[in-house]
């Protein structure tokens, strides 16, 4: 079923981002229970359903427009958003390989790959764009091939170099990340980038789930929902552009918070890269404001509980302590037992 | 669990009286990309048995076109080499599981220092195909015994030349780890692949000259060793499963239709890290810690005491 793409709207100043019913319909609400707690929530990315969001590797949906286009403006101002560290190379070409391969096949409509040996004919009808390149040739690329590529799909990637039985977050393109920076993380160990994470490490998660990532075979990925909530469709939500979305925080009222607040869904996705043996970890973000997600009673009543019942560090470590009890208070009229 | 791949055997290649190269081609379609120090497990259609051997991929692994690996016929072999030596034949089918990498080159070493025993070059091909694409800096030690197990010596002397360093154990000499890594520039890292006994001392004599623990890696090709018969119970539906003494315990379970995660089948990745409830284990992994083998095994290599049963959590 071909995707339909939604004309351009912004995850900035007016903030037009809206989702269709389509989209509301397929978001991936994050809560199979009524409370939250940390576990290691991975499992095997097997194919889903025609039409979810697990149904293809990278996940193209309506916004694609609009989402590509907000990644464009913030390279334009901060072009450390894509970092490549020296023996990174091979990695950022073997993510090129799997997106182009699995955006042409999943969508041929939109993208088309022609490969005669290293001779590559990459097509994009969406931005218009028909490249000729030599793959393993940065030159014969407008830019650096992770970059080329991630301009050009929705969701931001981490690769990180395996060794010493670690995981290291050595390259990515990531301009849209949930309160965290790839300029601070670079380099950083897989234990080190999860440091501020409350509670999770005494429960051994990390341990856990260290171990499970280092064994990710070629073509066996893995994913997993992560998921925060964040004030206006605002994408960028970077911790070098704190000064502008941080005080949004302050801004809801019983009035606007179901406008004004979303339920920001990570769903993380974990390959093995066949050449360079790194992991490539993409971060595919969905967002949906409150007052679309009541549309569906049973995730409006759930939410409810979630955020009601959330430990208060978990609420700090993701920000959400300024406002939740606000959206708890707005979400309560949507959960029959504690209304009545 | 991945599909497996379907091979056939393009050709084979006889390089010493112990050493056979063969080179496996996509029945259909490609086969997967791969990287250096990736292997293999090869299905082997041994009559009543289903064994699956790991074998290092020793192809340029720019050029994925076909998968080689070298077997070396192994005296106590449970059946495996002794197959893949006797019984198959160019134009057989094979099936493949996909590769998987527990002995990369480090991204960070400046300079690569690879030491090689016998049939342990393998890994190492793969590696010089890779370095030298780098343009990266290395040098390859082959300990081995000439006209048996000094595999593609001739071929390796004459394209690494001076990098190049052989130790041919039948003309009396001998590898002196000592001098050979002492005194390495900081930022060189030390690769073995080859037997037990070579692997310990390349540890120990790194660790007595100064050399940090990350910057020495080592893969044992050691697969499961023959032991003596037992019997498996599995907890949740009380069912035996006899496991004869060249069966792994392992194979048996897939034998009797229990898929256990795995990929070293050596008893070094953790994968297939199964817990026991009661029995008596012969642990002969190098993995699990002493806490943790109080109650849990790797049935890749362990297996219960002669004539025992052994209760798995399964």
């Given at each position: 079923m071909p995707v339909t793409l939604k004309p351009l709207e912004s995850y900035r100043d007016d903030f037009t981002f809206r989702n269709s019913p389509e989209a509301i319909a397929r978001f991936p609400f994050p809560f199979p229970e009524d409370q939250y707690m940390y576990s290691v929530n991975i499992e095997p990315a097997t194919p889903g359903a025609p039409?979810?969001?697990?149904?293809?590797?990278f996940d193209i949906d309506e916004h694609y427009r609009s989402e590509t286009t907000e990644r464009a403006k913030v390279l334009q101002k901060d072009p450390q958003r894509c970092i490549v560290m020296p023996h990174m190379h091979e990695a950022c070409w073997d993510t090129l390989e799997v997106i182009m391969t699995h955006l042409a096949a999943d969508y041929p409509e939109l993208f088309r790959l022609t490969r005669d040996g290293d001779q590559w004919t990459w097509e994009n009808h969406v931005q218009d764009i028909r490249q000729s390149f030599t793959f393993g040739d940065a030159d014969t690329l407008p830019y650096e091939p992770l970059e080329y590529i991630g301009r050009q799909v929705q969701g931001d990637f981490a690769l990180l170099d395996q060794r010493d039985n670690d995981l290291f977050m050595d390259a990515g393109i990531v301009t849209g990340p949930a309160d965290w920076s790839l300029a601070f993380d670079a380099g950083m160990s897989f234990k080190q980038w999860h440091s501020p994470v409350p509670m999770a490490h005494e429960l051994g998660v990390f341990d856990r789930a260290l171990k499970y990532l280092l064994n990710i075979q070629v073509d066996r990925p893995v994913r997993r929902l992560n998921w925060t909530m964040t004030i206006n469709p605002r994408l960028d939500t970077s911790s070098e552009t704190f000064h502008e979305w941080g005080r949004e925080r302050g801004m809801v009222t019983p009035e606007n918070v179901g406008r004004l607040v979303h339920l920001r869904v990570e769903l993380q996705f974990m390959a093995r890269l066949a050449r360079s043996n790194a992991l490539m970890f993409s971060i595919r973000t969905y967002l949906i404001s409150l007052e679309e997600l009541v549309t569906n009673p049973a995730w409006a009543q759930r939410l409810h509980r979630v955020l009601r019942d959330l430990p208060q560090a978990l609420a700090d470590y993701k920000g959400l302590s300024r406002y939740r009890q606000t959206v708890v208070d707005w979400l309560r009229q949507y959960d029959p037992e504690a209304a009545a | 669990m991945n599909p497996l791949l379907d091979v056939e055997v393009k050709t084979i290649r006889q390089?010493?009286?112990?050493v056979r190269e063969f080179t496996f081609a996509a029945v259909d379609g490609k086969l997967p990309r791969f990287s250096a120090g990736s292997h293999v497990q090869v299905h082997l259609p041994v009559p009543g048995r289903a064994l699956r051997n790991a074998y290092s991929l020793l192809g340029d692994p720019s050029e994925p076109s076909s998968y080689r690996i070298a077997v070396r016929l192994q005296d106590d072999s449970r059946g495996g080499s002794r197959f893949l030596h006797e019984q198959v034949k160019e134009g057989d089918r094979l099936q493949l599981s996909p590769p998987a990498n527990l002995f990369a080159p480090s991204s960070q070493a400046r300079h690569h220092v690879l030491v090689a025993g016998g049939i342990g070059i393998t890994p190492f091909l793969a590696y010089i195909a890779e370095l030298e694409r780098r343009g990266a800096s290395f040098e390859l030690h082959y300990a081995c015994r000439g006209g048996l197990t000094d595999a593609y010596r001739a071929e390796l002397a004459e394209r690494l030349g001076e990098r190049f360093h052989a130790y041919d154990a039948a003309a009396g000499r001998r590898l002196d780890l000592g001098e050979a890594l002492a005194e390495r520039p900081l930022g060189s890292h030390v690769y073995v692949c080859g037997p037990q006994a070579l692997i310990d001392d390349v540890r120990e004599t790194a660790a007595r000259l100064g050399w940090a623990d990350k910057r020495v890696h080592w893969e044992a090709f050691a697969a499961a060793e023959p032991g003596s018969p037992f019997v498996a119970e599995l907890a949740s539906s009380g069912k035996r499963i006899e496991v004869p003494g060249d069966t792994s315990l392992l194979e048996a379970l897939e034998q009797a239709g229990v898929e256990v995660p795995n990929l070293?089948?050596?008893?070094?990745?953790?994968?297939c890290t199964t817990p026991f409830l009661k029995g008596e284990v012969e642990h002969r992994d190098s993995y699990l810690s002493e806490e943790e083998r109080t109650t849990a095994l790797m049935p890749c290599v362990s297996r219960g005491r002669c004539g025992s049963t052994l209760t798995l959590d399964l």
């Amino acid at each position: 079923m071909p995707v339909t793409l939604k004309p351009l709207e912004s995850y900035r100043d007016d903030f037009t981002f809206r989702n269709s019913p389509e989209a509301i319909a397929r978001f991936p609400f994050p809560f199979p229970e009524d409370q939250y707690m940390y576990s290691v929530n991975i499992e095997p990315a097997t194919p889903g359903a025609p039409g979810s969001i697990y149904e293809h590797w990278f996940d193209i949906d309506e916004h694609y427009r609009s989402e590509t286009t907000e990644r464009a403006k913030v390279l334009q101002k901060d072009p450390q958003r894509c970092i490549v560290m020296p023996h990174m190379h091979e990695a950022c070409w073997d993510t090129l390989e799997v997106i182009m391969t699995h955006l042409a096949a999943d969508y041929p409509e939109l993208f088309r790959l022609t490969r005669d040996g290293d001779q590559w004919t990459w097509e994009n009808h969406v931005q218009d764009i028909r490249q000729s390149f030599t793959f393993g040739d940065a030159d014969t690329l407008p830019y650096e091939p992770l970059e080329y590529i991630g301009r050009q799909v929705q969701g931001d990637f981490a690769l990180l170099d395996q060794r010493d039985n670690d995981l290291f977050m050595d390259a990515g393109i990531v301009t849209g990340p949930a309160d965290w920076s790839l300029a601070f993380d670079a380099g950083m160990s897989f234990k080190q980038w999860h440091s501020p994470v409350p509670m999770a490490h005494e429960l051994g998660v990390f341990d856990r789930a260290l171990k499970y990532l280092l064994n990710i075979q070629v073509d066996r990925p893995v994913r997993r929902l992560n998921w925060t909530m964040t004030i206006n469709p605002r994408l960028d939500t970077s911790s070098e552009t704190f000064h502008e979305w941080g005080r949004e925080r302050g801004m809801v009222t019983p009035e606007n918070v179901g406008r004004l607040v979303h339920l920001r869904v990570e769903l993380q996705f974990m390959a093995r890269l066949a050449r360079s043996n790194a992991l490539m970890f993409s971060i595919r973000t969905y967002l949906i404001s409150l007052e679309e997600l009541v549309t569906n009673p049973a995730w409006a009543q759930r939410l409810h509980r979630v955020l009601r019942d959330l430990p208060q560090a978990l609420a700090d470590y993701k920000g959400l302590s300024r406002y939740r009890q606000t959206v708890v208070d707005w979400l309560r009229q949507y959960d029959p037992e504690a209304a009545a | 669990m991945n599909p497996l791949l379907d091979v056939e055997v393009k050709t084979i290649r006889q390089l010493t009286p112990l050493v056979r190269e063969f080179t496996f081609a996509a029945v259909d379609g490609k086969l997967p990309r791969f990287s250096a120090g990736s292997h293999v497990q090869v299905h082997l259609p041994v009559p009543g048995r289903a064994l699956r051997n790991a074998y290092s991929l020793l192809g340029d692994p720019s050029e994925p076109s076909s998968y080689r690996i070298a077997v070396r016929l192994q005296d106590d072999s449970r059946g495996g080499s002794r197959f893949l030596h006797e019984q198959v034949k160019e134009g057989d089918r094979l099936q493949l599981s996909p590769p998987a990498n527990l002995f990369a080159p480090s991204s960070q070493a400046r300079h690569h220092v690879l030491v090689a025993g016998g049939i342990g070059i393998t890994p190492f091909l793969a590696y010089i195909a890779e370095l030298e694409r780098r343009g990266a800096s290395f040098e390859l030690h082959y300990a081995c015994r000439g006209g048996l197990t000094d595999a593609y010596r001739a071929e390796l002397a004459e394209r690494l030349g001076e990098r190049f360093h052989a130790y041919d154990a039948a003309a009396g000499r001998r590898l002196d780890l000592g001098e050979a890594l002492a005194e390495r520039p900081l930022g060189s890292h030390v690769y073995v692949c080859g037997p037990q006994a070579l692997i310990d001392d390349v540890r120990e004599t790194a660790a007595r000259l100064g050399w940090a623990d990350k910057r020495v890696h080592w893969e044992a090709f050691a697969a499961a060793e023959p032991g003596s018969p037992f019997v498996a119970e599995l907890a949740s539906s009380g069912k035996r499963i006899e496991v004869p003494g060249d069966t792994s315990l392992l194979e048996a379970l897939e034998q009797a239709g229990v898929e256990v995660p795995n990929l070293c089948r050596g008893g070094v990745c953790g994968q297939c890290t199964t817990p026991f409830l009661k029995g008596e284990v012969e642990h002969r992994d190098s993995y699990l810690s002493e806490e943790e083998r109080t109650t849990a095994l790797m049935p890749c290599v362990s297996r219960g005491r002669c004539g025992s049963t052994l209760t798995l959590d399964l």
